[in-house]
């Protein structure tokens, strides 16, 4: 399943405009050499990271008619399984972006610390998976018509970066931007992105088996 998906975002080239649009930003993030601490710079590509994700899941989910997707979930047997691969594959999409942001930090600045560079790869890790989180039930597998996405998406994805009171991305991105310790809010951030993820999965799952 993770094959085919991978092989269907490929074909489809849905992922194209969303990877481009990241590239774009790194671009401009670091069109210069910079003196300045490269943890704020991981905050902004980490919370553009987060919608990336929600939109190549949204795209991904989407990439199928409605005919063909119910043929994947026969073949699939069970939809968990239909999902699982969703998600890798997204994640898969989301670490090589990882992988190109803190490649092109470290090239542009003078230095990066090793615990930077953890810090950054773990709050990008979250980043990604609160944005799957979201994107999932956004999706056409619960909303049916493209406005009521992009719509649903915007607010969700709103809440997730905006709102401090959450143990979710906003602690985790405002310790980064602000050079203050981070090891902690990112650890937080990672551990419950990862649970939003497995629950935002199972509850899509549930509710499409009683659409079904």
């Known amino acids: ?14 992922f194209l405009l ?4 990241f590239v774009a930003l790194l671009g401009v993030l670091y069109a210069n050499e910079l003196d300045s601490p490269a943890a704020p710079e991981f905050a902004i590509s980490a919370g553009v990271l987060s919608v990336i994700a929600c939109w190549l899941t949204i795209a991904l989910v989407d990439a199928e008619d409605p005919t063909q ?12 399984t239909m999902l699982i691969g969703i998600v890798v594959t997204v994640l898969a999409c989301c670490a ?12 542009a600045h003078a230095g990066v610390s090793w615990g930077e560079l953890g810090s950054a790869l773990a709050a990008h890790l979250a980043a990604a998976c609160a ?6 039930p956004c999706s056409r597998l619960l909303v049916p018509r493209t406005g009521y996405t992009v719509l649903a998406a915007l607010i969700a994805l709103a809440v997730v970066l905006m709102s401090r009171w959450l143990p979710f991305v906003n602690p985790m991105l405002y310790a980064l931007s602000s050079n203050k310790p981070a090891a902690l809010p990112v650890l937080v951030g990672l551990l419950t992105s990862l649970l939003a993820l497995a629950a935002s999965s199972a509850a899509v799952s549930v509710l499409v088996e009683r659409r079904s």
């Open 131 to 136: 944005g799957t989180a979201v994107g999932l």
């Open 69 to 80: 997707w119910l043929i994947t979930r026969a073949h699939a047997r069970r939809l968990p």
């Open 1 to 14: 399943m993770i094959r085919y998906q991978l092989a269907l975002f490929g074909y489809s080239q849905r």
């Open 96 to 107: 090589v972006l990882t992988v190109l942001s803190l490649a092109w930090s470290i090239a």
């Open 18 to 21: 969303p990877c481009l649009s």
